[in-house]
């Protein structure tokens, strides 16, 4: 008898979870991504120099250039990745500076971009695959609002206080 009762009550709680769960049923959301448009260039050019025919430079822009979010995002996503172990806080250490106006590779957002994604030798290694593009686009903003010369659209609270240009001191 006991048995049958534990039965029974097995089964009215397996009908009870079944129903609820086919009860259930979750909205469909799409999430708009600005990055998601713009795809990988393919062809990015570091210097003036070129074997064969001319071709035109490529023209990409990125998607969150001056927006505070994508700038604050970028940042965490630098310390999650761990960005700041070879280039600490953007001045250099085992890595090279992210503050400095002369870059190898070429410091516009595409070949920062093409840097993260393709990595360099000698060190800098490939995202390719483990960094969603959108957020490897946010991480270059956050790099290039690092420069203390450069005017972002961006609140400044986007950099941390050590890396505020400050007007009238040098900054250090």
């Given at each position: 008898m006991?048995i049958?009762n534990?039965?029974?009550?097995?089964?009215?709680?397996?009908?009870?979870?079944?129903?609820t769960?086919?009860?259930?049923?979750?909205?469909?959301?799409?999430?708009?991504?600005?990055?998601?448009?713009?795809?990988?260039?393919?062809?990015?050019?570091v210097?003036e120099?070129?074997?064969?025919?001319?071709?035109?430079?490529?023209t990409?822009?990125?998607?969150y250039?001056?927006?505070a979010?994508?700038?604050?995002?970028g940042?965490?996503?630098?310390?999650?990745?761990n960005?700041?172990?070879?280039?600490?806080?953007?001045g250099?250490?085992?890595?090279?500076?992210?503050?400095?106006?002369?870059?190898?590779?070429?410091?516009?957002?595409?070949?920062?971009f093409?840097s993260?994604?393709?990595?360099r030798?000698?060190?800098?290694?490939?995202?390719r695959g483990?960094?969603?593009?959108?957020?490897v686009?946010?991480?270059?903003?956050?790099?290039?609002?690092?420069?203390?010369?450069r005017?972002?659209?961006?609140?400044?609270?986007?950099?941390?206080?050590?890396l505020?240009?400050?007007?009238?001191?040098?900054?250090?």
């Open positions: 006991r049958r534990e039965l029974a009550l097995l089964a009215a709680a397996a009908v009870l979870a079944a129903s769960t086919a009860a259930c049923r979750r909205n469909a959301r799409q999430l708009r991504d600005r990055a998601s448009s713009a795809s990988i260039p393919q062809s990015i050019a210097s120099l070129q074997g064969g025919p001319y071709t035109p430079p490529v990409v822009q990125n998607p250039e001056g927006n979010y994508g700038i604050s995002e940042q965490r996503l630098y310390e999650w990745y960005c700041g172990g070879c280039h600490f806080r953007g250099g250490g085992i890595g090279p500076p992210l503050m400095d106006r002369d870059w190898i590779y070429g410091g516009q957002p595409v070949n920062i093409a993260i994604i393709e990595g030798p000698n060190g800098m290694p490939s995202w483990r960094i969603p593009t959108n957020q686009w946010q991480i270059v903003a956050y790099v290039e609002s690092l420069d203390a010369d005017r972002i659209a961006a609140p400044p609270g986007a950099r941390e206080e050590h505020q240009a400050r007007e009238g001191r040098p900054s250090r």
